[in-house]
């Protein structure tokens, strides 16, 4: 099993303030140091942009803040264009709330054994959430069947995996804890793991100065978009294929 590094929450009664996530921790909680959100749509008061300003607050505060589409637990049963859709969705939401530009959006893929949609179907709906946000930004949240299956086939950048915390393996970033919930501030929220350096998410991302160069002298070259030349790289990494 690998190290956790860090503890985290996701909730979705209302937003909590960085001041309440401190008290729980001062009473003997969990030392919450990032959130994962919802965003894409500000009417709805589980999603952080509901409060404008609060993601800023909890940046502010040191914490980070990853964002994640969920509407319902069969999101991703609209395959590829509900794909498109939720990733503009969040993509236009969390431009508004001064997201940075480097950091993922989570999108919730459910779980193929339990649910009538099938496994094509959630790689499709990751898809065509790549198209919007760049394969880079997109992320996978869903039980072992479908990470896996998207682990193997690069078809995200990363992932959180939901249930049996033994299906935990190399390159999956968050486990969100099943064994029970936890109440910072009075409201019900998940428990996450993480088990990288969330020091990873600081700055203006992954990205490398060889890498940079890289996607910068091809697409001059070939007259293509920086980030699909990036996204292609990622995709090469991803997939193990050496040059």
């Known amino acids: 099993m690998p190290t956790v590094t860090a503890y985290g ?39 952080v942009s509901h409060r404008p300003g609060a993601l800023a607050k909890h940046r502010a505060e040191g914490r980070l803040v990853l964002l994640y589409h969920q ?38 893929c459910g779980s193929a054994l339990s649910s009538s949609f099938t496994l094509p179907t959630a790689l499709d709906y990751l898809q065509g959430a790549a198209e919007i946000v760049g394969l880079s930004r997109t992320w996978c949240s869903a039980g072992a069947d479908i990470v896996h299956a998207a682990q193997d086939r690069g078809a995200a950048a990363g992932f959180v995996l939901n249930g049996d915390e033994s299906n935990m393996r190399e390159g999956i970033a968050f486990y969100r804890w099943s064994n029970g919930r936890i109440y910072p501030g009075r409201i019900e929220a998940g428990l996450l793991k993480a088990y990288v350096d969330l020091a990873e998410f600081e700055g203006e991302g992954p990205e490398v100065p060889e890498v940079a160069r890289l996607a910068d002298h091809l697409a001059a070259r070939f007259a293509l978009r920086r980030d699909e030349v990036l996204d292609e790289l990622y995709r090469v990494r991803t997939n193990g294929v050496s040059a």
Do not use: K, Q, S
């Open 9 to 47: 929450a996701d909730y979705a009664a209302r937003e909590l303030m960085p001041w309440e996530l401190a008290e729980y921790t001062r009473a003997g909680g969990y030392d919450l140091r990032f959130l994962i959100r919802h965003i894409g749509y500000p009417g709805n008061p589980r999603c």
């Open 71 to 108: 509407i319902g637990e069969d999101d991703f049963a609209g395959g590829h264009d509900a794909g498109r859709a939720h990733a503009l969705a969040a993509l236009t939401d969390a431009r508004e709330e001064g997201y940075p530009e480097h950091l993922p959006f989570v999108f919730v």
